[in-house]
Nanobody, 128 residues
Framework: QVRLVESGGGLVQAGGSLRLSCVAS????????MGWFRQAPGKEREFVTA????????YYEDSVQGRFTISRDNAKNTVYLQMNSLKPEDTAVYYC?????????????????????WGQGTQVTVSS
């Protein structure tokens, strides 16, 4: 069983930056592709970005491309989400998720139903 704990959320003005962290425990972190999703009030959970087990492949949703950067440190069992040029529409609860990988390919996915484990989320609020 893998446990994921997000941190780093908060209140920031439009144009500002935040860095989210997600620490994993209970499994072999490098055996998982990782993703970030978000859910705004009254909306469905949506894909933000994903990274392969080695970090060699990254995948971004169009609205965050060029503003957000996903990275991971397998030695620290941590995945990061650097968010720059934040907009009010980025306001949401942000979740990290882990998908078990059983091969050495650089697989990433934006499909929430492919992920095996989820964190509890961290709130990001961007004021205008």
């Amino acid at each position: 069983q893998v446990r994921l704990v997000e941190s780093g959320g908060g209140l920031v003005q439009a144009g500002g930056s935040l860095r989210l962290s997600c620490v994993a425990s209970g499994g072999t972190f490098s055996s998982y592709a990782m993703g970030w999703f978000r859910q705004a009030p009254g909306k469905e959970r949506e894909f933000v970005t994903a990274i392969s087990w080695s970090g060699g492949s990254r995948y971004y949703e169009d609205s965050v491309q060029g503003r957000f950067t996903i990275s991971r440190d397998n030695a620290k069992n941590t995945v990061y989400l650097q968010m720059n040029s934040l907009k009010p529409e980025d306001t949401a609860v942000y979740y990290c998720a882990a998908k078990a990988i059983y091969h050495s390919g650089e697989y990433t996915t934006g499909r929430a139903n492919e992920y095996d484990y989820w964190g509890q989320g961290t709130q990001v609020t961007v004021s205008s």
